[in-house]
């Protein structure tokens, strides 16, 4: 709805615009007007630290960060080359809500851990989108992994020191993206 608003304004302001004298000015503030609705910008600020054993350090996470959520339309176009990868044979574990990376800050590398309900011996398919504060996407890719009695998956750091969201989703025949979380995460 905001979007709608912010859209609906900026028609307002392209028609005083319009009527204004100097064409080029008028040009020019329709383009400024119309790239301020079109970056969706996100808050990636607020980091949950964790020790090197996954340990959090300070508050407990009191938002949706490393919980199963709905993604946004947008969220999920993140994962869209990486659809392809290929679930045949990868089977649904049944997992409980929790997820964490750790460490977080990370030099090198972040690892992320879900806990599962129950004992699976099978695959699955890991896809992540690390992303900036304005959903452009630093880092990507996509893995199968055997799982036990966790998921455990790591992401390095191939992208500057700075504050990011990790999006991923977990991926099983016949159940794309039947897991879906995020998390803040800051590479020093």
């Keep these: 709805m905001r979007k709608f608003e912010c859209w609906l304004h ?25 790239t301020q609705c079109s970056k969706e910008k996100i808050n990636v600020s607020i980091i949950y630290p964790t020790d090197n054993l996954g340990n959090l350090i300070g508050s407990t ?18 994962f869209s080359e990486l659809d392809t990868a290929n679930l045949s ?12 990376g750790y460490p977080n800050p ?12 129950q004992p699976l011996n099978g695959e699955i398919v ?19 992994i055997y799982i036990t009695s966790s998921i455990n998956f790591m992401v390095s750091s191939n992208f500057s020191s700075g504050k990011y969201r990790l999006y991923f989703t977990y991926s099983a025949e016949g159940h794309k993206h039947f897991f879906k979380s995020w998390g803040n995460i800051q590479k020093m």
């Design 10 to 34: 900026n028609l307002k302001s392209i028609y005083y615009i319009l009527n204004m004298k100097n064409w080029l000015l008028s040009i020019l503030a329709i383009i400024i007007l119309l």
């Design 61 to 78: 996470p009191n938002d949706n960060q490393w919980k199963n959520v709905n993604f946004s339309g947008s969220e999920l176009a993140l």
């Design 89 to 100: 044979g990868t089977q649904l574990p049944t997992i409980s809500n929790s997820s964490y």
């Design 106 to 117: 990370f030099a090198s590398y972040i690892s992320v851990h879900t806990s599962l309900t």
């Design 126 to 144: 890991v896809k992540y989108v690390v992303v900036d504060n304005k959903m452009k996407s630093v880092e990507k890719g996509s893995t199968r």
